[in-house]
């Protein structure tokens, strides 16, 4: 395995994926053989390891399932699905079976929240787990059938596109973007995508030729482009449907930003979860290759050198973070930096690096060829042109839409066939909740920001079960870099579990409000900014809601200090009164 790999520090993960594909684990023999290797100390590789969801210290069944555990999933049963394999495959949830045969866990999001319930066994997706394809699955085990022997529509994830818009109705042929770009011009076709007035897809909204003319006017070379393909955001599946369908389109917008960068590299940060379109996505790449648009000398023109590689995640939220991402790509644990400098004057081995997100360059690529005005002739003045949004939950047509900016929450909902709607999530669980009273409100930059999540509860819904789901998902997928995200998020599950158990009393809303503000303020990224974003937005929405929840006459902590501190006075062999947090107060 180890000679099979580049053997480089940057490419630990990889080497560390492939080293846990051969042993179910990451061994202490093959740490100590990757350690000496690149000569790098064997607790950093623990480290990177102990980071990553989807990298185990310690052996995992020859088949390893995971079950989707976000709020559509659970909608759709996913309890139900665990129970049943774990009786079925006699194996306990979060362990593995005696003989080593299973494993059985759930994981967050695995990017198919249109066709929950879903799971993975050894990465590979099981869309639509219905009681019989859970039976197939688990004799499919039993008899260890190797995976590749599985009946292939086990892994068919399907891409339903309910309505497409200005971008995926528009014809396309390879290298059509690149010979537009080149005959105009790559001064002018940046000029281009100024005009169109792009904003990031990945949420931020940044402005695509801002970033992309800065990383062009930087001195260090060499520059590197960045596909941000972690979409790990619950809910969101869009840029799964691009690159299975689409993915021409999108290396060929990254290819025109390498032409106007001026960049030889790029890379594409693919989402564990979906490691079932690498192979798909190497052999577009190829293809590419041989029809001169990537490569030397890209269609013939001298010195316009570059090509793609993809790289896999490793099940971490946080490296959807772009400063996190290339933390990731550098071999290291996905943990965001500190800014300024950005990516663009430092990003990817300290080089300037644009690093945009799948749709992003989708749509770069169709402004490439179509020019600005075409696009801001689309949407609102802030927020132009389309965008896709990956519908779930209480929907008759859950999949892909794509929307103008603009659409009201009121026409999404009538065209995906939603009915007696509570509320809806958009933009996942770092977005915003929104009432039933609030559907005229629209998707765009200015009102409802989102990468393209947009999850939608029926009345039937459980407000607090829906705002626990996405607090428990940050306070797991919290990197645990600073203190307010780590410790906040694991405060703000247990003060909410509280309130919702029924325990709750007035000073505990305040005390919950108190916190959320502690958290978004003080965190050290958007992770953080964004965590309390559940509570805050449902508390908004629906007060009555939560004070209807506030059984308890008396408050009474959730929290005991002095109890917490039992295990420092052990170790530190000391329990006198003293020691005692009461004695400390008197
Ligand atoms: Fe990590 Fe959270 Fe701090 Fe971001 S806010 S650096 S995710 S601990």
């Known amino acids: 395995v180890l000679e099979q790999a580049e053997f480089q520090p940057a490419r630990l993960l990889e080497i560390l994926r492939a080293v846990q594909a051969e042993f179910r684990h990451i061994p202490e023999s093959a740490i100590a053989l990757i350690a000496a290797g690149l000569q790098i100390p064997r607790t950093q590789i623990i480290a990177v390891a102990e980071f990553y969801s989807f990298l185990h210290l310690t052996p995992q069944g020859r088949y390893d399932l995971l079950i989707s555990d976000s709020i559509t999933d659970r ?183 390498a032409a106007i960068i001026g960049s030889s590299h790029g890379l594409v940060y693919l989402r564990a979860e979906y490691l079932f379109l690498r192979d798909k996505l190497l052999a577009v790449l190829q293809a590419r290759r041989e029809q001169g648009l990537l490569g030397k000398a890209i269609l013939g023109r001298e010195g316009f050198d570059f090509d793609i590689e993809i790289r896999m995640g490793a099940g971490a939220y946080i490296c959807g973070e772009a400063s996190a991402q290339i933390e990731s790509l550098e071999g290291k644990p996905g943990i965001p930096r500190t800014k300024p400098p ?48 990956s519908i779930s939950g209480d929907c008759r047509r859950p999949g892909i839409y794509e929307y103008p900016f603009g659409t009201t929450v009121r026409q999404i909902l009538q065209d995906c066939g939603a009915d007696e709607v509570m509320g809806v999530q958009v933009g996942g669980p770092s977005g915003t909740f929104i009432s039933n009273r609030e559907l005229d409100r629209v998707v765009a930059f200015e009102d409802l920001s989102t990468a393209g999540s947009f999850m ?27 203190t307010p995200c780590r410790v906040g998020t694991a405060l703000l599950r247990n003060q909410l579990a509280k309130i919702a158990d029924g325990h709750g009393a007035a000073e505990d809303l305040e005390q919950l409000s108190a916190l959320c503000e502690v958290v978004k303020n003080n965190s050290h990224c958007g992770l953080g900014e964004s965590a309390a974003n559940p509570i805050l937005t449902t508390l908004l929405s629906y007060p009555e809601l939560y004070l209807q929840q506030l059984k308890a006459k008396e408050f009474a902590p959730g929290f005991d200090l002095d109890a917490t501190l039992a295990a ?19």
């Open 342 to 389: 950005n990516s663009v004057v430092c990003g990817y081995q300290r080089k300037p690096t644009v690093v945009d997100n799948v749709e992003t360059f989708f749509a770069a690529t169709h402004i490439a060829i179509q020019g600005g005005q075409w696009f801001a002739d689309i949407g609102t003045p802030q927020s132009t042109g389309t965008k896709l949004l």
């Open 456 to 482: 939608v509860f029926n009345r039937t819904r459980n407000l607090f079960a829906i705002a626990q789901n996405f607090i428990d998902f940050f306070a797991h997928e919290s990197c645990g870099f600073c």
């Open 75 to 257: 909608m759709l049963g996913n309890q139900q699905v665990l129970d049943a394999l774990a009786a079925r495959l006699q194996v306990e949830v979060g362990g593995v079976r005696g003989d080593g045969l299973v494993s059985l866990n759930r994981t967050s999001c695995t990017g198919m929240c249109d066709q929950g319930p879903a799971g993975l066994v050894n990465g590979y997706p099981l869309p639509r787990l219905i009681p019989a394809k859970i039976a197939a699955v688990a004799e499919l085990i039993e008899k260890q059938v190797p995976l590749a022997d599985w009946p292939a529509e086990m892994f068919q994830v399907d891409e339903p596109i309910y309505r497409a818009d200005l971008l995926l109705k528009q014809p396309f042929s390879n290298g059509e973007a690149l010979q537009t770009a080149f005959a105009r011009g790559l001064a002018e076709t940046l000029a281009e995508v100024d005009l169109s007035h792009l904003r990031g897809r990945g949420g931020a909204g940044f402005k695509t030729a801002l970033k992309w003319r800065t990383c062009s006017q930087q001195t260090a070379t060499p520059r590197y482009v960045i596909c941000n393909a972690d979409e790990g955001e619950p809910g969101t599946f869009k840029d799964r449907m691009l690159l299975d369908l689409y993915a021409d389109q999108v290396f060929e917008g990254m290819t025109v930003c």
């Open 568 to 586: 420092a006075r052990r170790l530190a062999q000391r329990d006198d009164a003293a020691a005692h947090l009461n004695q400390v107060e008197n």
